[in-house]
């Protein structure tokens, strides 16, 4: 006789919330941490993809990291804009919690009509960042038609792998 489980089946929904903004509509604040990640991106090398993404993040005492991406022909040896400037702040004020992050990108001379968004590598480290200091970063993904504001790294990586998984 053969035996049928009834599975049951549920659904959910991430909900994201982002707020999007004109260059203009934003605070003084967020605009110098956009201007400031757009000049980040002729800082970058890289000779192979031509895409060149800066970063500026800011901590909770108002000091500000640059970051741009570093590229090298063995691929992964390369680092992200993200990562170069949180692994800066990390390293010269260690106590201090990052607070936002600004992220833009430029190919051929031109900055994207639409945003960049961080790569799965450089949203898991900014997550370790807000799992570490317990608080939100605010992500600031700049494009020349609107800028994306989201409030936490948590929201660009929802289902999450951090410390508390670990024995």
């Known amino acids: 006789m053969t035996t049928f489980m009834k599975i049951r089946m549920r659904e959910t929904q991430i909900i994201v919330p982002i707020q999007v903004f004109a260059f203009e509509e934003l605070s003084q604040e967020d605009r110098e941490l956009i201007d400031i990640a757009k000049a ?4 970058s ?3 192979y993809s031509h895409f060149q993404v800066g970063a500026a993040l ?3 005492d108002g000091q500000i ?4 991406n570093q590229e090298n022909a063995a691929y992964p040896s390369g680092l992200c804009a993200e990562r170069t400037a949180f692994f800066a702040a ?3 004020a260690p106590e ?3 607070v936002a992050i600004a992220i833009a990108a430029q190919t051929g001379g031109q900055f994207l009509e639409d945003l960049v ?7 898991q480290a900014l997550l370790e960042a807000e799992a570490r200091f317990k608080q939100p970063i605010r992500v600031l ?3 020349t038609k609107n800028v994306y504001v989201v409030p936490s790294i948590r929201d660009l990586l929802p289902l999450t792998f951090d410390g508390s998984a670990l024995p």
């Open 141 to 143: 993904l700049y494009g």
């Open 45 to 47: 090398y890289s000779p």
């Open 90 to 92: 990390s390293a010269n």
């Open 96 to 98: 201090v919690p990052p």
């Open 65 to 68: 990291f640059r970051g741009s």
């Open 40 to 43: 980040m991106t002729e800082t």
């Open 117 to 123: 968004a961080p790569c799965g590598n450089c949203r």
């Open 58 to 60: 800011r901590l909770r």
